[in-house]
């Protein structure tokens, strides 16, 4: 990612200062789907920003691994985690993930809100552990026209084809799923 791009989230995550301490749930488009989503195991989040998808998955039992390109987001989350008591529990580290996943082992869950990057479905695929559960939701053409990082009708199911489908929906502009990897 470029250092502009880089700046523009530090800045926009300044702006918006820490995310609340009181207890998150899912992201709003996984409401109501929460038992698919592992409570124990390991959870990688891609684009982690402030930290509210490690305190919701850290307060559910998992071991969580977050990771954002903005050192000032990944500064709020660890206070974040500090302030609720989940230190021990979650851990944020800066990537870029234009340099592909970080290093690590397979994962229980890997949790993709509002990020999309094409080049890393397979990378996100290999990372699941067998039995493994992927929840992603981006933005979509679907209800709401073109657009650079919008997702194409369909694209979803069809980048994790190889995932059985537990849920999924695209409307109003916005495209998720919950997969999980064969054992």
């Known amino acids: 990612m470029s250092e502009v791009d880089r700046a523009y989230w530090d800045a926009r995550y300044r702006d918006r200062g820490p995310a609340s301490s009181a207890a998150p749930g899912p992201p709003p488009v996984f409401s109501g789907y929460e038992h698919l989503i592992p409570g124990r195991g390991s959870a990688v989040e891609l684009a982690c920003g402030r930290g509210r998808g490690g305190i919701w998955l850290g307060s559910r039992g998992l071991t969580y691994f977050g990771v954002d390109v903005s050192p000032v987001a990944i500064d709020l989350a660890t206070r974040l985690a500090a302030d609720t008591g989940l230190a021990d529990q979650c851990r944020f580290e800066v990537h870029d ?3 592909g996943l970080p290093m690590g082992p397979p994962a229980d869950l890997i949790l993709v809100y ?3 990057d094409r080049r890393l479905d397979q990378a996100i695929i290999d990372r699941l552990a067998p039995g493994g ?3 992603t939701a981006c ?3 679907v209800g709401a026209g073109p657009g650079d990082f919008r997702a194409k009708p369909g694209e979803l199911k069809r980048s994790f084809d190889s995932l059985e489908f537990l849920a999924e929906g695209e409307a109003d502009g916005q495209a998720w799923l919950i997969g999980a990897k064969p054992e």
């Open 97 to 99: 993930l234009d340099l």
């Open 114 to 116: 509002l990020f999309r």
């Open 133 to 135: 559960v992927l929840a």
């Open 139 to 141: 933005l979509s053409e």
